[in-house]
């Protein structure tokens, strides 16, 4: 008799019409397979969906190009398909589940014709964890079934876990005709399933990623009493050799995969990676939260990254132990067959390709490589990877960090009195946009615990969430906002960023061990200049004094812009988000 996973490959099978169909079992042998097949046959728009590059310099890294329509994620094509509208919230686009389905079925009759349907088990978390999921996801695109293969555990051991129950986190994926108006990424909450067509960029086309793991899991989380987090989790380590780990949330493209890696600048402290995106988190029996990376990969951006910004990184990317390690729309030197971006150590290549694979000219003012470009490796590459990464039980959470981009306003560093001012801290977050989405880039957001395109139900609940979540922890993680990016009157930003970040992180787990005290102010508390270890910085007096200050004028026209975005939920907001925020209207 047929089991339930194999029923619903056929059904899919049946509508979508695949030449074939295939049982991916996540070896690096069937990735070299792929790969071959995305060289020699696979095509996008008549292109290769796979290049070769220079295996002595990047050893088993390959160039993928998308379609040139297809870069980042569409939030305004990304639907949360609850029953009721309410239960998504503003938050996120909704269309009634029945109608959703009756779009995507006319969408994908057929649309596997010609090529191939990769069928992908594969475990959120490590499989003896007893948080993680198995998931069965459908894919016609090799790039998505060799970069699920990095991302995720991927196993036919996943096919048996789930044996013969039919509640199995489904992904249902195909490129579609790759048209912006034939694309759409809908989540069916309470049926654990993803329906992406159109598109093949990593946000909308990895399903375990953002999909199920933030918007689908965060409804989980929501019923069954966890977080699903848009969070890097990193053990810090001080000189004495204790390891304090902490989680951090930031909008994309702000910084997450460097602090995740980060090269310490001060001597004695180090930084032990477990994940730079995604934080599962449960309270254990001892009353602490505990975190864990459902993922297996980077899926980061490539602009920007050096030996200056993240070494650890290119450390990784250059590693070749776990194949292999794709980078996607980067420019490329056709001379040395290398990968290239804008932010790269040394000189600019003389004979690139950009992102499209046209020759570039400097001089017509357009960038090489792609602003959303990225590179897709395993963390089993990464030098700094933590011991406690397999750990199934997570590791233990000491502090929470939430981060944006803004430019003025908001303080280095910030922590809140307690968990519900710092949910509070969380719900009022806000960051200037960037190019990991498609919209308009520079503009101010409110994105509470960088959750805003993740959360997959209302927000206003999500904040009722995290309270409830409070409640149960006897040793809750204290709760802190960051923020590198103030600028002077220059423009120019104050804090230097990078491997100096851990002159804050040192900050935040003296705080967390009752080492220091803290200067009280209305919107929490800022350190003491003194008890920030700034030797060696050359800032001036009165900028650093602005990293720490709070403009009573500028927090008043935040604190309404507070008000109207938490007004737009209604009912949903928690009374006690209202009165911490009465709190903080009254000091201001
Ligand atoms: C990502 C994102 O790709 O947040 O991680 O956009
Ligand atoms: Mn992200």
Same mark, same amino acid.
């Given at each position: 008799? $047929?089991?339930?996973? @194999?029923?619903?490959?056929? &059904?899919?099978?049946?509508? !979508? ?16 397979? *792929? ?8 095509? =996008?728009?008549? @292109?290769? %969906? ?26 305004? *094509? ?14 996120? #686009? ?22 191939? !349907?990769?069928?992908?088990?594969? !475990? ?33 051991? $996943? ?39 159109? +598109?093949?960029?990593?946000? #909308?086309?990895? /399903? ?18 966890? *977080? ?8 810090? @380590? ?11 949330? !930031? ?8 602090? $995740? ?9 180090? %930084? ?19 975190? =864990?990376?459902? &993922? ?144 308009? %880039?520079?503009? /101010? ?23 409830? =979540? ?12 960051? #923020? ?7 423009? @120019? ?5 990078? +491997? ?57 026209? &935040?604190?309404?812009? =507070? ?26």
């Amino acid at each position: 008799m $047929a089991t339930p996973i @194999e029923r619903w490959v056929e &059904e899919q099978a049946r509508l !979508m019409r695949p030449d074939k169909i295939y049982w991916c079992d996540g070896s690096e042998e069937e990735a070299r397979r *792929l790969i071959e097949i995305g060289i020699c046959q696979e095509k =996008i728009d008549g @292109e290769p %969906v796979f290049y070769k590059l220079n295996h002595n310099l990047w050893p088993g890294a390959y160039l993928h190009r998308s379609h040139s329509t297809d870069v980042a994620r569409t939030e305004h *094509l990304t639907y949360v398909c609850h029953s009721d509208k309410e239960s998504a919230g503003l938050n996120n #686009n909704w269309m009634p589940p029945h109608k959703a389905k009756e779009m995507l079925r006319k969408l994908s009759d057929g649309c596997m014709r010609g090529r191939t !349907m990769y069928v992908l088990p594969y !475990m959120m978390g490590h499989p003896s964890s007893p948080y993680a999921k198995a998931c069965i996801q459908l894919t016609d695109s090799s790039y998505v079934a060799v970069s699920m293969r990095i991302m995720t555990r991927m196993h036919k051991d $996943a096919v048996k876990r789930i044996g013969n129950r039919d509640d199995f986190v489904k992904g249902l994926h195909s490129l579609g005709d790759l048209h912006p108006e034939r694309r759409f990424i809908m989540h069916f909450p309470d049926e654990h399933l993803v329906w992406s067509i159109g +598109s093949g960029y990593g946000g #909308n086309a990895l /399903l375990g990623k953002k999909c199920f793991s933030l918007r689908i899991a965060s409804w989980l989380g929501y019923q069954e009493g966890w *977080l699903a987090e848009h969070m890097v989790i990193v053990g810090i @380590e001080d000189p004495a050799g204790n390891i304090t780990y902490v989680t951090a949330a !930031m909008p994309s493209a702000c910084g997450k995969t460097n602090l $995740a890696m980060l090269q310490s600048a001060l001597g004695g402290y180090k %930084v032990w990676t477990l994940g730079d995106d995604i934080a599962w988190l449960n309270v254990g029996a001892d009353g602490r939260l505990y975190a =864990i990376n459902p &993922e297996t990969g980077f899926f980061g951006v490539t602009c920007g990254t050096s030996m200056k910004t993240n070494p650890n990184m290119l450390r990784t990317l250059k590693a070749g132990k776990f194949f292999p390690t794709l980078f996607t729309n980067t420019a490329l030197n056709q001379d040395t067959n290398e990968p290239w971006w804008e932010g790269l150590d040394g000189p600019v290549p003389k004979n690139l390709a950009d992102w499209e694979g046209n020759s570039w000219d400097k001089a017509q003012g357009k960038k090489a490589a792609h602003p959303n470009s990225r590179f897709t490796t395993s963390l089993y590459n990464c030098p700094t990877l933590s011991r406690d990464f397999d750990n199934p039980k997570g590791v233990p959470i000491s502090a929470i960090i939430l981060g944006g981009r803004r430019t003025d306003l908001i303080p280095l560093v910030t922590e809140a009195f307690n968990w519900p001012n710092g949910v509070f801290l969380g719900a009022r977050g806000g960051s200037e946009t960037t190019a990991a989405a498609a919209h308009q %880039v520079g503009v /101010l957001r409110r994105d509470p615990m960088a959750m805003l395109p993740f959360c997959g139900y209302n927000m206003g609940d999500y904040f009722k969430h995290w309270l409830n =979540i409070g409640k149960k922890l006897t040793h809750p993680p204290k709760i802190f906002s960051v #923020n590198w990016f103030r600028t002077n009157e220059k423009d @120019e930003f104050i804090w230097p960023g990078f +491997s100096e970040n851990i002159r804050v992180l040192k900050w935040i787990i003296e705080r967390v061990n009752n080492r220091i005290e803290a200067k009280e102010t209305p919107i929490g508390f800022v350190p003491y200049l003194k008890d920030l270890n700034l030797e060696g910085l050359n800032i001036p007096e009165n900028e650093l004094k602005k990293l720490t200050s709070i403009n009573m004028e500028d927090w008043c026209g &935040e604190v309404k812009e =507070i008000k109207d975005f938490l007004e737009q939920f209604g009912k949903h907001i928690p009374e006690e988000i209202w009165r911490q925020y009465q709190a903080l209207a009254k000091h201001i």
